[in-house]
């Protein structure tokens, strides 16, 4: 199956570009109108990847990424809407390793804790996915967003 990147519907063209051309399949975000304009648009305030081709999405973005996603991929409704302030607005906001989930657990939607047959690591961070990926810094290149199976 064709890789896919869920991006920032602000991406400019070239990126965009530059990944269809790497033959992965983008799938831009929604602007989500209620949130700040910081994250209005950041996929893992939107979708959650569970594995194994599989994502959760928040009800007010899954008709869109339904559209979007490849057949091979399943698409299940989370229960929680995003609201426009923290820490409702982390529903999604979880991180999936191979043997845990890093979130707190008291703002991750339930369908996403549901979902993974693994050990939570609870945190007082709501963005815990942002957390993780920000912390080493980026540039060391050791950390990628992109599952290797998505």
């Not at 979130?103 to 549901?114: G, I, R, S, W």
């Amino acid at each position: 199956m064709k890789k896919i990147a869920i991006i920032d519907c602000r991406a400019d063209d070239k990126t965009v570009y530059t990944l269809e051309k790497l033959n992965i399949k983008v799938i831009p975000t929604l602007k989500i109108d209620n949130l700040y304009d910081s994250v209005a648009t950041h996929a893992d305030i939107q979708i959650h990847y569970i594995g194994n081709n599989c994502f959760i999405s928040a009800p007010e973005t899954y008709e869109h990424y339904k559209k979007h996603m490849p057949e091979k991929c399943t698409l299940i409704k989370g229960q929680n809407n995003i609201d426009s302030k923290y820490p409702y607005d982390v529903w999604y906001n979880a991180t999936a390793l191979k043997n845990y989930v890093i979130c707190n657990k008291v703002y991750t939607d339930k369908t996403v804790l549901d979902s993974h047959n693994k050990e939570i690591i609870n945190v007082k961070q709501g963005y815990s996915n942002c957390l993780l990926y920000t912390s080493p810094s980026p540039r060391d290149g050791l950390l990628s967003r992109m599952p290797s199976s998505a």
